[in-house]
């Protein structure tokens, strides 16, 4: 399996710019999750999906930031307008939800770096 | 809403010594996870707890979750150059998917 796959790895855009973040979930899972990094911040929950449904987007910083999921395979993270503190690494991450381990396998991350 | 903080935020150790990171949550968890990112990489999945009391372990890893459900703990036995990396912590609250991770453990093993 190819494991959970985002794009772009690196982004790096200017103020005010639109940015998206693309994943493409393990095959067969059930549940998507975005997650924020920074030094300051740690790991945080922006939102996650159950069954292509967003269940719980509390984590969203606020309304320039949003989420779908078109389908079962694919999720988009999108972000307008982007500002400097938007500068993160965004982690997607599935799993086949509470019925197995429950394991999250995370993708390589997209790192964002807004001028 | 649940919190999960980590002791330390960073440790140094000699290679050979051991090292503990502890993980405590503001509620009851229905499980713990435990994971571990290498500098420049992505969270990588180390082992789940699910009972209370329960110990596990991985080579030289050993995983508690307290009685309580509320902490939990990772002891490495004689570190190795190979286990630098951040170790994090995941709750789960019953009745839901969701995993809200520690502030992890940042741990460099000198040579």
């Known amino acids: 399996d190819a494991g959970v796959i985002q794009s772009p790895r690196h982004e790096v855009t200017e103020m005010g710019q639109e940015v998206t973040l693309r994943c493409k979930p393990i095959s067969g899972h059930n549940s998507l999750f975005w997650y924020r990094q920074t030094m300051m911040r740690g790991l945080e929950l922006l939102i996650y999906?159950?069954?292509?449904?967003?269940?719980?987007d509390s984590g969203m910083p606020e309304d320039r930031f949003s989420a779908k999921m078109p389908n079962a395979s694919f999720s988009t993270l999108k972000i307008q307008p982007s500002e400097p503190r938007d500068s993160a690494v965004y982690f997607c991450a599935s799993s086949l939800g509470a019925s197995h381990t429950g394991e999250l396998f995370f993708g390589e991350g997209s790192r964002l770096t807004v001028l | 809403g649940q919190q999960v903080m980590q002791i330390p935020q960073y440790q140094h150790v000699q290679e050979g010594e051991d090292f503990t990171t502890y993980c405590n949550s503001s509620?009851?968890?229905?499980?713990i996870q435990w994971y571990k990112q290498r500098p420049g990489g992505h969270p990588v999945f180390l082992i789940q707890?699910?009972?209370?009391?329960e110990v596990k372990k991985q080579k030289r890893l050993t995983f508690q979750f307290g009685e309580a459900k509320k902490n939990s703990s990772l002891h490495i036995t004689a570190t190795q150059t190979t286990d630098v990396g951040t170790y994090f912590c995941a709750g789960r609250g019953s009745g839901t998917y969701k995993y809200i991770f520690g502030t992890g453990t940042r741990l460099k093993v000198l040579a």
């Open positions: 999906f159950n069954n292509n449904v967003p269940i719980d």
């Open positions: 509620t009851t968890l229905s499980n």
């Open positions: 707890l699910v009972k209370s009391g």
